[in-house]
């Protein structure tokens, strides 16, 4: 189980095959500081943390470990798109 926002940041950031340096760039800080973040010797700014939230396509709470609930952006999906993944989770959730 992943119980820190240090954590979160390195599990998903490599799940997008990303690299620190990657990550830094997008954020728009040095390397150091993702690698900071991730040793837990120092936390991302509430600006830090809100981009990293869109960039790995994750709610905040997510993020910063107050849930273990996953989003899924389903907006550019149509109508009878989102209807059909909407009854999907709903029986997955019933076979558990």
Request: net charge negative; hydrophobic share 40%.
């Amino acid at each position: 189980m992943i119980l820190h926002i240090a954590d979160r940041i390195r599990y998903l950031r490599d799940k997008l095959g990303m690299t620190q340096t990657d990550l830094a760039k997008k954020l728009g800080i040095s390397r150091s500081a993702v690698n900071s973040w991730e040793m837990s010797l120092s936390s991302p700014s509430l600006s830090n943390i809100i981009e990293m939230s869109q960039i790995f396509h994750v709610d905040v709470d997510y993020l910063i470990s107050v849930s273990d609930k996953t989003m899924v952006d389903i907006t550019a999906l149509t109508n009878d798109e989102k209807e059909l993944v909407l009854k999907l989770v709903d029986c997955l959730e019933k076979k558990h």
